[in-house]
C-alpha cells in the first residue's frame, strides 16, 4: 500500500474534522486575497497616471474632495469660483484646454454636469482617449441631454427619451424641485470611469434652472408677503382705502404677474436665452490641461496664491489618500492573517486529536515493515494537502466574490474595477499557508515518527 492510498485513508477516517480545518484556512486565505485583490485594483483605477484631469480647478477648500468630487462624482462640490476667474484661467498663455463643469442637480441620483461641446471633441479622458457616441450626437443647444453609458442602462434611458432634473446632488434630498422635461439627444460610449455616470447638458442649462428656482422662490415670498398685508388690512377698521393704498396693490398685482411671465419665459426650452446674473452662472471646476510639464508648478502656484480659487494636481492628491488609506488596508490585513493564524492552531489540536486515535494504526504499519520516514511523510502530507485544498478554496471564493459585487463598488468608487483570477501576490498566499501548515504540523509528526510500536500495541490490545 503506498503513501497516497494511505494519506487518503487518514483523511476520509476524519472527513468531518478534515473539511472544517479546510474551511478554516479558506476563510483566513479569503480574507486576505479580498484584502489585497480590492487594494490593488483600486490602487490600479484611482491611479491612472495617464488620465486626462492633469489639474483641477475649483474653489478654495480640501483639494482631494475637488479631486474625488469632480474625477469620480463621490461627494459634494467644495464650491463655485466666478464665471470672470475662469474665463481669465481659460485664457492664460499656459493653459492648451480649460474644459468648465457645473455640478448641482441630478436626474434619478446620476450627477448633472454642465460644460460645453469641447468636453466631447477635445477634452481627452486618457491619453489619446476621447469620449465617442454609442447612439445619437451630443448636445448643440441649450435644454438637450446627453447620458453617460451607466447612467442610461440603470435609469432605462436611450435617445429620444426625455429626462427631468431635480435641484440637489442627492436624489430625494430636502427641497428637490423638478424642472421641466429636456430630450436626450445621445448616449455616450462606455469609456469605464465615473464619466458614464454623468448627465450632460450646456452651462446655461443648469445655471437657468438654478436661476428659474430662485425666481419662483423670490415670487413665493412675495405673494406671501401681499397675503400677510391683506390680512392686516382686513383687521383694521373697515374704510375706503386711499388711493395709494389702491394704487400700491395695484403696482403689487401686475409687478407679480409681470414677475411670474419672466420665470415661464425663462423656463422655456426654445433655444433664445436671457441674461443670467453673476451670482448664478458660476463655474464649479475647470478641467486644464497645460501646454507643458514645466508650467505645473507655476500655474498651480499662480492659481493658489489668488483668492478665489485652488488648483489641485490629481496624482499627487489620490498618492495621499492611499497613504491614509494604507494604514486601514495594514489593520484589516492584520485581521486577516489573525484568521490563518488561528486556522493554523486549530490545525494543530486536530493534528494532536488524530494522533491520538491513530496510534494503534501507526503502530501497526510500523509492524507491517512502515518505515519511520513514512509516518512523518504520512502527517506532514496531510497538513500540505489540507492546507493547499484550504488555499484554493479561499482564492475561489475571494475571486468570485469581487466577481460578483465588482459592478456595485464600481457604482460606488465611481470607477470600474476589471480585476483578474490571478495575482502574484496569490503565489505568496499559497507559499505562506503552506510553510504555516508544515511547520505547524512538524511538532505531532515528530512525536508520530517517534511512535513505540510495542507499547501502542499492547495498550490497544
Not at 184 to 211: E, F, I, Q
Not at 270 to 294: C, G, N
Not at 351 to 375: D, F, K, M, P, V
Amino acid at each position: 500500500m503506498n503513501t497516497l492510498t494511505l494519506l487518503f485513508r487518514f483523511l476520509r477516517q476524519r472527513l468531518t474534522a478534515t473539511l472544517l480545518t479546510v474551511c478554516s484556512v479558506a476563510l483566513g486565505v479569503a480574507l486576505t486575497a479580498s484584502i489585497l485583490t480590492l487594494r490593488t485594483e483600486s490602487e490600479r483605477a484611482f491611479s491612472q497616471k495617464d488620465t486626462g484631469f492633469e489639474v483641477i480647478v475649483g474653489a478654495k477648500g480640501s483639494p482631494l474632495q475637488l479631486v474625488l468630487n469632480t474625477m469620480y462624482h463621490i461627494g459634494t462640490p467644495v464650491g463655485n469660483i466666478p464665471r470672470a476667474d475662469a474665463e481669465k484661467l481659460q485664457r492664460d498663455k499656459r493653459v492648451k484646454t480649460a474644459i468648465p463643469m457645473v455640478f448641482g442637480d441630478n436626474v434619478g441620483g446620476f450627477k448633472v454636469v454642465g460644460t460645453t461641446e469641447e468636453f466631447f471633441t477635445t477634452f481627452e479622458y486618457r491619453k489619446n482617449t476621447r469620449l465617442a457616441m454609442q447612439s445619437g450626437t451630443v448636445f448643440h443647444k441649450n435644454y438637450e441631454a446627453v447620458l453617460g453609458a451607466e447612467a442610461a442602462q440603470i435609469l432605462g434611458l436611450k435617445q429620444g427619451d426625455s429626462i427631468s432634473v431635480q435641484h440637489g446632488i442627492d436624489v430625494g434630498e430636502a427641497g428637490a424641485h423638478e424642472h421641466g422635461k429636456m430630450p436626450v439627444v445621445g448616449v455616450l460610449a462606455p469609456s469605464g470611469t465615473a464619466l458614464d455616470k454623468g448627465v450632460y447638458m450646456t452651462m446655461y442649462t443648469v445655471w437657468d434652472t438654478h436661476y428659474h428656482e430662485y425666481m419662483e422662490q423670490q415670487e413665493a415670498a412675495e405673494h406671501a408677503l401681499q397675503q400677510q398685508e391683506a390680512q392686516q388690512q382686513t383687521s383694521q377698521p373697515q374704510g375706503k382705502k386711499s388711493d395709494k393704498d389702491e394704487h400700491d396693490h395695484e403696482g403689487h398685482h401686475h409687478e407679480g404677474h409681470d414677475h411670474e411671465e419672466h420665470t415661464h419665459e425663462g423656463h422655456d426650452h426654445e433655444e433664445h436665452t436671457h441674461e443670467i446674473p453673476p451670482e448664478f452662472s458660476t463655474i464649479t471646476a475647470l478641467v486644464v490641461k497645460l501646454k507643458s510639464p514645466v508650467f505645473y508648478d507655476s500655474f498651480v502656484r499662480s492659481v493658489n496664491d489668488g483668492t478665489s480659487a485652488q488648483a489641485a494636481l490629481p496624482i499627487r492628491e489620490i498618492s495621499g489618500l492611499f497613504a491614509i488609506v494604507g494604514n486601514v488596508n495594514g489593520v484589516l490585513l492584520g485581521v486577516s492573517y489573525m484568521v490563518i493564524i488561528v486556522a493554523a492552531m486549530a490545525f494543530l489540536a486536530a493534528l494532536y486529536n488524530s494522533l491520538n486515535e491513530r496510534r494503534r494504526e501507526i503502530a501497526i504499519l510500523r509492524s507491517l515493515g512502515a518505515h519511520r520516514r513514512t509516518i512523518l511523510t504520512l502527517i506532514l502530507a496531510e497538513a500540505g494537502f489540507i492546507s493547499i485544498a484550504g488555499y484554493c478554496l479561499g482564492i475561489i471564493v475571494a475571486r468570485c466574490a469581487f466577481f460578483i459585487g465588482k459592478n456595485t463598488l464600481a457604482h460606488s468608487i465611481g470607477t470600474r474595477l476589471d480585476g483578474t483570477w490571478f495575482y502574484a501576490f496569490d503565489v505568496w498566499i499559497g507559499t505562506g499557508v503552506f510553510a504555516l501548515s508544515l511547520v505547524v504540523a512538524l511538532l505531532p509528526a515528530w512525536q508520530a515518527y517517534r511512535t513505540d510500536v510495542a507499547r501502542n500495541l499492547v495498550s490497544a490490545s
